[in-house]
């Protein structure tokens, strides 16, 4: 899965993950609904947590969607 389009990585010392699309980072993210609320200003207005939470395009490094400590 290394070329997924949505690439959550690992939490950093403050427990925010950047969130990349297609190449490009987004932002921080400091929960999962941060990260809905991200992808929906990259356009993807229909994308809640449940999606973000299950989604096979989103690639999730140093830990699942649960995972927000360093």
């Given at each position: 899965?290394?070329?997924?389009?949505?690439?959550?990585?690992?939490?950093?010392?403050?427990?925010?993950?950047?969130?990349?699309?297609?190449?490009?980072?987004?932002?921080?993210?400091y929960?999962?609904?941060?990260?809905?609320?991200?992808?929906?200003?990259?356009?993807?207005?229909?994308?809640?947590?449940?999606?973000?939470?299950?989604?096979?395009?989103?690639?999730?490094?140093?830990?699942?969607?649960?995972?927000?400590?360093?």
């Amino acid at each position: 899965m290394a070329d997924a389009p949505v690439v959550i990585y690992p939490p950093d010392e403050d427990g925010g993950r950047r969130v990349r699309v297609d190449g490009t980072i987004l932002g921080m993210a400091y929960s999962v609904q941060d990260v809905a609320a991200l992808l929906q200003m990259a356009g993807l207005q229909d994308v809640d947590e449940m999606d973000v939470v299950r989604s096979q395009v989103i690639e999730w490094r140093g830990g699942g969607s649960d995972v927000w400590i360093h």
